[in-house]
């Protein structure tokens, strides 16, 4: 059965890092770990001892938020209608929408803070700058107090963080200035915006950076370089070879990991030479035939993890986790 091993020490050690970075680029930092309703302690013994007091996550079926003594949760997604309730329970939630407002008025057990998501070039989630007073206007009727704005990067689009960027989500919150909260500002994720910051600096109403690769993964996600003083060993996936045989020419590794564990296709061998050649819900293939290694039935692998390999694994059913270390 396939195993994810994590290491706490190491992604406490990488909270300190990138803290520490968004300090000196005069923000605060939010450790966003999307899946964090899936593993309460995890995200306690991460957070234990740090002075990191924000967490970006977002809502899951049958799972609750962790609660955690002077940590403030934001929900970094719109939330679905079907999670507006548990969002609700949020200190803050982003929005996109006249929908998703009033989905979240309606639905509402509390009252939270709201950002509203602003399109800077991303594509994924954020309104058009014309859409910015009737979108204020209505969480003002809707009784919601107006944090400010959000904005992200390099999610869909492989456009790094810039100061043109950064100016049009400022024209953007003056805009809205007067529906805000006196302290409104900008956050702004995800972890590019630190490599940004290491030859540009920020404006000052930019006064929170959101980060979950940098912590996760210790890289940059665009360029890929090593956050500096970061550990990028927090996280690998152990999978056994089931079978190893020469099909169609080439000789074949099968491992017990598919796509009911993981994003197969994202997963980073062990030995160079050994490329991936498909998936199924319980297997990948793996074309061994020029590894310098040799491959054999029943040895255990250990795979590094990308984003979206880990994304996968930290919300699969089908994993075995194991920490290593406390």
Known sequence: MPRLFIRPAALRHNLAVVNER?????????????????????????????SVRRL?????PHHSFPRLS???IQHVYAPSPLFAAEASECDAVYVDSRFVVCSLAQARRRTPQLRIS??????????????????????????????????????L????PGQTHLARALDALDSIRPFCLPDADISAGGTDMLEFAEHDSLPADVREIRCGTGVTLG??????????????DAFRLETTVLECRVKKGRLMALVDTGTFHTAPECLIPPFPGMTFTGASSAYAAFDVTNCPERVREGMNLSFGLDYHALSRALS??????????S
């Open 22 to 50: 968004c300090r000196q680029a005069g923000a605060s930092c939010m450790f966003v770990f999307k899946e964090a309703p899936l593993h309460l302690q995890l995200v306690a013994d991460i957070l234990r001892g740090s």
């Open 157 to 160: 689009s492989s456009e790094a």
């Open 219 to 232: 890289l940059y996600p665009l360029s890929g370089r090593a956050v500096p003083e970061a550990r990028q």
């Open 118 to 155: 602003l399109e800077v070039g991303d594509g994924r989630d954020g309104v058009l700058p014309e859409e910015l007073p009737a979108l204020s206007e209505e969480i003002r009727r809707c009784a919601f107090p107006l944090r400010g704005i959000s904005v992200n990067f390099a999610c």
């Open 70 to 72: 002077g940590v403030e």
């Open 56 to 60: 970006g996550l977002v809502a899951w």
């Open 316 to 325: 699969s059913q089908g994993l075995v986790l194991v920490k290593e270390g």
